[in-house]
């Protein structure tokens, strides 16, 4: 079965500071992965996915996400956070079947601060 | 656009008690699914259906049933409600041609 780990759960940054979010997941076969995110009040959205090809993706509002492989990561980068992306972050791996039975990380909480 | 609409927002009810959430998609999506999430746990897998008359469980079944008469409806029943169940639910629908999953508003359930 596979299993995902989210190490930061809780992030605190000012604006313009950079951010990088953790997860690792765990899972033999075909991964897909995906980052998806719940500002306050509203429903989870995607923000970017990985099915194959180049393991650098960029996603929405400036995100990207780089899946290695060998490390069993996806890591969510920004290089310059706004006030405006205080939210949830799930990471969720999907086996073959895609997007359908995704295993969802516990989440980081991110705070900017203006 | 209506997407992924989920009844009601919010509920109380008591131990023992039983109930439905509903769960309506008008994108024509042939996979749907219901999530819970409670704090520190993130979203687990209650159930889910690839197409209409087609169920099966996720990682926490027990407590629920679904069922998928029509591509648009995709109910979640509590049998006998318990506190434990207290959460707030997620439906989400899906098709292979976007590989992304569409998320409803969520529905918060209290038991007391």
């Known amino acids: 079965a596979q299993s995902v780990s989210q190490h930061n759960h809780h992030v605190i940054l000012s604006e313009a500071a950079s951010l990088e979010l953790g997860c690792n997941y765990s899972y033999g076969g075909t991964v897909n992965l995906f980052w998806y995110v719940q500002y306050p009040g509203q429903h989870l959205q995607l923000l970017l996915k990985y099915f194959s090809g180049d393991p650098l993706v960029k996603g929405i509002k400036g995100f990207e996400a780089e899946f290695i492989k060998s490390k069993f990561s996806f890591n969510l980068r920004k290089p310059s956070v706004q006030w405006s992306d205080t939210a949830e972050y799930f990471c969720a791996p999907g086996g073959d079947t895609g997007f359908q039975k995704l295993v969802f990380g516990t989440g980081t909480r991110l705070l900017v601060s203006p | 656009n209506a997407g992924v609409t989920q009844t009601p927002k919010f509920q109380v009810l008591k131990t023992g008690q039983s109930m439905t959430l509903q769960c309506a998609q008008d994108m024509n999506h042939e996979y749907m699914s219901w999530y819970r999430q409670d704090p520190g746990m993130g979203l687990r897998l209650i159930h889910y259906?690839?197409?209409?008359?087609?169920?099966d469980q996720g990682e926490v079944p027990n407590g629920y049933n679904v069922s998928r008469s029509t591509t648009e409806d995709f109910p979640l029943r509590l049998l006998s409600a318990a506190p434990s169940q207290t959460s707030v639910y997620f439906c989400a629908s899906g098709t292979g041609d976007t590989g992304e999953l569409f998320f409803g508003e969520g529905s918060r359930l209290t038991v007391l």
């Open positions: 259906s690839v197409g209409a008359g087609i169920t």
